[in-house]
């Protein structure tokens, strides 16, 4: 999809369509499918989401469900906000953050990234040799700007961290946008955390070295490493504060 950015002033948060509907985990059956009591009844839920949410997925917990976009899908529900043992809410929609970060980059309000306003044009899926990027922005005599995003649901205290289940895929996603920084180009990989109870980033160096030690090189190779936190409710998730980034912690 492309857009003109014309500099429009775009509200923050990305609102939930229609109401959601309250439910209890019951058990998540496998990396996709879990199974909701909603009232007397239990139904199936797509769970958007590949980790291991552990710590979310807990037989018992508050869930919120989404009516499915297909009525005729054979889950007719999405899985989207789970609440913790503290009792915050965690969005768990892994495709939302592209969205929310596509929002802040057309208003002209991303943190970290100076000189948003040059650009002319947004892409997303936007392909680069061999990988395919979330954004990537353009305009005449300037040098392409690649961003990707990465959605962070895993805590550690007051910590956000990712991955969180090894990813090879998001290891070479830094590999490339290294080599676009290389090469002259502009990158910066944006994690969003969709929870408020997070004050820092640090990559999950034990569940996943290789990212971890990938994302230092990336950033030594001039790509930004940003990271922000989300003000998340069952009416929608906003865009919140960025993140101080540690990329040395051993964690």
Request: with cysteine; net charge positive; charged share 30%.
């Amino acid at each position: 999809m492309r857009y003109v950015l014309d500099g429009a002033r775009l509200p923050r948060r990305e609102p939930f369509a229609q109401p959601l509907l309250r439910g209890v985990l019951r058990a998540r059956e496998n990396r996709f499918i879990a199974t909701v009591s909603v009232g007397r009844r239990t139904v199936r839920a797509l769970l958007t989401n590949t980790g291991r949410l552990v710590e979310l997925m807990v037989p018992g917990r508050e869930v919120f469900l989404r009516p499915a976009a297909n009525p005729d899908r054979a889950t007719r529900f999405d899985l989207v906000l789970v609440r913790t043992a503290h009792g915050r809410l965690v969005c768990v929609d892994t495709t939302l953050p592209n969205r929310l970060i596509a929002r802040a980059v057309r208003g002209g309000w991303l943190p970290g990234l100076p000189g948003l306003d040059r650009y002319r044009e947004l892409r997303t899926e936007a392909r680069r040799e061999r990988s395919r990027f979330d954004l990537l922005l353009t305009a005449p005599g300037r040098p392409p700007l690649w961003i990707e995003v990465k959605s962070v649901t895993l805590a550690a205290g007051r910590e956000a961290r990712f991955p969180d289940a090894p990813t090879t895929r998001g290891t070479k996603h830094l590999a490339e946008l290294a080599a676009a920084a290389r090469a002259g180009e502009r990158a910066a990989v944006v994690f969003c955390a969709q929870r408020a109870d997070v004050d820092r980033f640090a990559p999950h160096r034990t569940m996943d070295p290789d990212f971890a030690a990938a994302l230092v090189q990336a950033r030594r190779a001039g790509v930004a490493v940003l990271a922000c936190r989300c003000r998340v409710s069952t009416r929608g998730v906003s865009l919140g504060d960025r993140l101080p980034v540690h990329l040395n912690r051993r964690s």
